[in-house]
């Protein structure tokens, strides 16, 4: 069983940024694909940004070059460093994971989620 923990949310002001990590267990997670997705309240869940085994990251055109995403296999954590944050950027954030190696477009590892508030 897979459990994915979230920590690293809160309350930013616009143009701030914020660091939020992942930590698995369960299970060794080097292999799979990574991420983040995040829902604001109202809308549906949207993919932010994934990572492959080997660091090959995606990223959502909204947060590309703001947000950087990485991973550490030995200790079998992933990060989300963003950057620049937006009054739009508030949301729910998932920490997420595939079965696969591939980057496919879905997920099937969730954790709970951390809240991040950007105020304007």
């Known amino acids: 069983q897979v459990q994915l923990v979230e920590s690293g949310g809160g309350l930013v002001q616009a143009g701030g940024s914020l660091r939020l990590s992942c930590a698995a267990s369960g299970r060794t997670l080097s292999s799979n694909v990574m991420g983040w997705f995040r829902q604001a309240p109202g809308k549906e869940r949207e993919f932010v940004s994934a990572i492959r085994w080997d660091s090959v990251a995606y990223y959502a055109s909204s947060v590309k070059g703001r947000f950087t995403i990485s991973r550490d296999n030995a200790k079998n954590t992933m990060a989300l460093q963003m950057n620049s944050l937006k009054p739009e950027d508030t949301a729910i954030y998932y920490c997420?994971?595939?079965?696969?190696?591939?980057?496919?477009?879905?997920?099937?590892?969730w954790g709970k989620g951390t809240l991040v508030n950007v105020s304007s």
């Open positions: 997420a994971a595939a079965r696969s190696a591939i980057w496919k477009g879905a997920m099937d590892y």
